[in-house]
């Protein structure tokens, strides 16, 4: 089954441009460790998701670019046709001349409805290409004004449209200290309208994947075409094809469809996040060896302890003893907290994934009361290694782990909104201060639900 | 892509006017080798086949042919214009686009707003009419005018308020010369004052600028130049005051280097709307960000570095210094000290070989020495713009919403009432018709109503910052 990917504004199509170079590299690498046949299966499967293919043999990739100003589709089409392994369709592309100046209500209540046919009939094309539609894959940003506020309109409209397919959106969360001064105002407009048309918000954060950069890959001069190439790489260890049960002989063909079943078992508790490991900078790579004990003991680490990476964790953090009373509504400034689970999901990619130990994984006291481990935790594997690492991890999880970004952004927000700051642009174009305080409520109620696990 | 028109106006606006369209054909030609008409330079220019006759000349795409200012000149003298007209840059404006008088404003603001504004509003509209019409997407109305005389001052406002009428999507950033303290114009505060009540209600955004801070900054720059310390020769292109590699070659007029300067900030303004990078910021976003409330939109701006070594190695250390200097009141283009004010908002706006990472680390850097205000503790807004401005390898421009532009208006308003009280010249505006005490009472009225608002913000700033309460949900 294929994904139709829609990227939105400056950071979905620069984003999205990595994506499937990093899914078309791996696809085509030449060190997959496995045999021809397999390797084969894994190149097909990939091509079915992600790309169609044109008369003279180069993949185009499913995907549309939206965005409402010129300079950055122009630069990634040409930046795709130019690698001459793969491309965008030739119409696949819809802009405007101005952009959305990083206004959410611009975003979404005037270029969404003006341009809403134009945009649904250049995905409907799209998917027309598709033999059967697993679903959507929405990269966007939250701070700015296309991809938040276009995205949460073009996002309503698949769901109205499509009510049948699935929708993952892929959000950005911004730095911290400032891209966009309103960036909050943005941020939880957008959250709050994805709550409600979105099947699951998988979530990267640019503080981490900073870090990831600086810590792990050693890149001195950090850009975000770096940061990008992380995310991509995160992205593609957890989409490219993988085996669900042991001895299967297929892979699994609905990758949207699976990930949500796993992983989004309440409408309440949507957001997604991805940990991988290894992730180092190619020169470290050929000195490195790994076990899987050794990775899966780090992963389940990072996973307690809320650590976005594979250095600096903290190993002091343990789940709560079983059999003892959980330890009443988590205190958001508790230092030592641990990352309570509702559901994992656990892919492994390489060199002899059956001997890899995931008991680790199934310990009841990583997951909350109503879900047995059975049911929550799952894991994928496959022997064909991604991307040049013998043996690599990823981490899907719907867990605790945003819930402090979270609460910092809605307070934030709160503070502005409560002196009126800013406002006024955003009622020019039809957003009024309701539709924030309903916003502020949706997410306060989502934050007391995470709180509460 | 969008398009920007420039409106000057008086002998202040078009000076500093031909300033920027010299260096903006300077940067174009440094970053468009292969002379084909792009999207980059359709924002300031149009692309005319200058063989076909009358308006239908304008081509928008291929080699480019003859380049055409999206601007329009005005001035009620014809000294500055004519000049501009016979000089090197002539070919680039269109004739049909200049209003023009013989007689000027007297340095009396009601002659410029209300005599030549009547005078002159329906061919100032029909001029503004076709400069809109000759754009495929109109952005932003660039208005340069000084505040201190009669025409740019009182024509140039008049403007504000028909541009607001007439075309009211499109975004008014002026670019304002406030008269310094030493100004040998005695009415000055008088029009000052007058102008600024018409900025208050019909601008979107306000970049002051003082003359004594340009010069300030032109004579760091010679002494640097002067000092004739070993390895200190500066490439001259990369002067933040010269024209070295524009049309002008002729020898610098007086007030040229501080032209240039103002000219230098706009095209780094507009440096992320033309030009790509990694991350954007068109002009619209300017005004979301930096405008929290619709009163408060007058941003103090800061260009640096202001020149470039000749040796090439650019270490970590000179791009943090880049960032250091955008703070300090040495390089503020009015007489400000954002430092030890309270920020309500900032923008960097960074052009050239710069990262991400580098941006992160300066602003975490510099952080702990500024104020921001209790709602916007992290009032940062960035671009990088990958295209470096000419003669430099990166280049920083600052915009603060900051209070340090209070002192400004409080000592304008000290000097208006100075004259006011004495009732000094008031018959040269109150004979004009239209012109009555109370358009007095009324400008200083809006001018003491914004400095008000600037303390109110300014008393919050020792306070702690406190969260407002939040809402509390039934579980």
Known sequence: MSIVTVQLGQCGNQIGFEVFDALYTDSHCPQGLCSKRENEAYQASCKERFFSEEENGVPVARAVLVDMEPKVTNQTLSKAAQSGRWKYGQHSCFCQKQGSGNNWAYGYSVHGPRHEESIMNLIQKEVEKCDSLSGFFIIMSMAGGTGSGLGAFVTQNLQDQYSNSLKMNQIIWPYGTGEVIVQNYNSILTLSHLYRSSDALLVHENDALHKICAKLMNIKQISFSDINQVLAHQLGSVFQPAYSVEGSCHYRRNPLGDLMENLVPHPEFKMLGIRNIPQMSENSLAYSTFTWAGLLKHLRQMLISNSKMEEGIDWQVRPPLSGLPTLGKASLNRGLHFNMSIANLVILRGKDVHSADLGGFKDSALYTSWLEPINAFNVWKTQRAFSKYEKSAALVSNSQFLLKPLDMIVGKAWNMFASKAYIHQYTKFGIEEEDFLDSFTLLEQVVASYCNL | ?475
């Open chain 2, 1 to 475: 892509m969008t398009q920007s028109v420039v409106v000057q106006v008086g002998q202040c606006g078009n000076q500093i006017g031909c300033c920027f369209w010299d260096l903006a054909l300077r940067e174009h030609a440094a970053v468009n080798q292969k002379g084909i008409y792009d999207e980059a330079i359709s924002s300031f220019f149009r692309n005319v086949d200058t063989r076909v006759v009358g308006d239908g000349g304008s081509i928008s795409k291929g080699k480019i042919c003859s380049l055409k200012a999206r601007a329009v000149l005005i001035d009620m003298e014809e000294g500055v214009v004519n000049e501009i007209l016979q000089g090197p840059l002539r070919d680039v404006f269109d004739s049909k686009q200049l209003i023009t008088d013989i007689s000027g404003s007297g340095n009396n603001w009601a002659v410029g707003h209300k005599v030549f504004g009547s005078l002159y509003q329906e061919q100032i509209l029909e001029k503004l009419r076709k400069s809109a019409e000759h754009c495929d997407c109109l952005q932003c109305f660039f208005i340069i005018h000084s505040m201190g005389g009669g025409t740019g001052s009182g024509l140039g406002t008049f403007l504000l308020k028909l541009l607001e009428d007439e075309f009211p999507e499109v975004y008014r950033f002026v670019t304002s010369v406030y008269p310094s303290g030493e100004d040998d114009v005695i009415t000055s505060p008088y029009n000052s004052i007058l102008a600024m009540k018409e900025l208050n209600e019909h601008a979107d955004c306000v970049l002051p600028i003082d003359n004594q801070s340009l010069f300030d900054i032109i004579s760091k720059i010679d002494l640097m130049v002067n000092s004739g310390k070993l390895g200190t020769t500066i490439k001259p292109k990369s002067l933040v005051t010269s024209s070295a590699g524009a049309v002008k070659k002729q020898h610098q007029k007086p007030f040229d280097a501080m032209n240039n300067i103002v000219a230098n900030l706009l095209l780094n303004l507009t440096s992320s709307a033309r030009f790509e990078g990694s991350l954007n910021m068109d002009l619209n976003e300017i005004s979301m960000n930096l405008v929290p409330f619709p009163q408060l939109h007058y941003l103090v701006s800061s260009l640096t570095p202001l020149y470039t070594l000749a040796d090439v190695n650019i270490p970590t250390r000179r791009l943090d210094q880049m960032f250091s200097d955008a703070f300090s009141k040495d390089h503020q283009l009015i007489r400000a000290d954002p430092k030890h004010s309270l920020y309500l908002a900032c923008a960097l706006m960074v052009r050239g070989n710069v990262q991400v990472s580098d941006l992160r680390r300066n602003i975490e850097r510099l952080k702990p020495s500024l104020q921001f205000v209790s709602w916007n503790q992290e009032g940062w807004k960035t671009s990088l713009c990958s295209v470096p401005p000419v003669g430099h390898s990166h280049s920083l421009l600052a915009l603060a919403n900051n209070t340090c532009v209070k002192p400004t208006f409080m000592e304008l308003k000290e000097r208006f009432m100075r004259l006011y009280k004495k009732k000094a010249h008031l018959h040269h505006y109150l004979q004009i018709e239209g012109m009555e005490e109370s358009s007095f009472m009324e400008a200083v009225s809006s001018l003491s109503g914004l400095i008000e608002e600037y303390n109110q913000l300014d008393a919050t700033k020792s306070m702690p910052v406190e969260d407002f309460p939040r809402l509390s949900i039934a579980v």
